[in-house]
């Protein structure tokens, strides 16, 4: 990652301070499977406090804590819903699991696929969108090149560090990042993350 951040310093002073002020890049990866995806959608449109706390009770009510499809078809919507997940959530989780079991999503497979092939075919499964594909990019297939510009986290930031006098648009994040960060966006999108007071339940 020295590459990175020394691209990453020298083409944005204000991301330089951010780096200086955070510290080594040290995120949290996750494995490349079934497991991250489902925690995406359970982070989807969730504070990453709520999402953690929620997580943790799906974890607990799955045998041996492993959330795996099999677990997510044999639950019932009333387990699921007991420990606050919607039904919209458990539709997509299900959906999700349905095809991983049937064949219909191998993650070995997606893996060797580039980015915009692993969005296309991750978005066509409800449930799933832009956001959930970004972070499983980012923190399961540890892509170095993801600029999720529509989290709300990554925006916050940017008005913060960038003083901005408003939130910034998707579009405007996206701008700055081909002016700025790439090709290493992910990376700049953990800095402003940490950058943040609560470093958006990273």
Do not use: N
């Given at each position: 990652m020295r590459k990175a951040i020394l691209h990453l310093k020298k083409s944005d002073p204000v991301l330089r301070s951010i780096i200086e002020r955070v510290g080594p890049y040290r995120i949290e990866y996750s494995p490349p499977g079934f497991e991250t995806l489902a925690r995406a959608i359970i982070y989807q449109q969730l504070s990453g406090k709520v999402a953690l706390q929620m997580y943790n009770r799906l974890e607990a009510v799955c045998p041996e804590g492993k959330v795996t499809p099999q677990a997510i078809l044999e639950l019932s919507v009333e387990t699921l819903r007991k420990i606050g997940i919607s039904r919209q959530k458990t539709a997509y989780l299900r959906e999700t699991a349905r095809l991983v079991v049937e064949g219909k999503l191998n993650f070995e497979e997606l893996a060797k696929l580039p980015d915009d092939e692993v969005m296309r075919r991750l978005t066509a499964i409800k449930g799933i969108g832009p956001w959930t594909v970004h972070m499983f990019l980012i923190f399961g297939l540890r892509r170095h090149d993801v600029m999720p510009s529509a989290?709300?986290?990554?925006?916050?930031?940017?008005?913060?560090?960038?003083?901005?006098?408003?939130?910034?648009?998707?579009?405007?994040?996206?701008?700055?990042?081909?002016?700025?960060?790439?090709?290493?966006?992910?990376?700049?999108?953990?800095y402003l993350w940490r950058s943040l007071e609560d470093k958006a339940g990273l």
């Open positions: 989290d709300l986290g990554i925006r916050v930031a940017v008005q913060k560090a960038y003083q901005f006098d408003r939130l910034p648009s998707p579009a405007e994040v996206d701008r700055m990042a081909a002016e700025r960060w790439r090709p290493y966006c992910s990376v700049a999108s953990w």
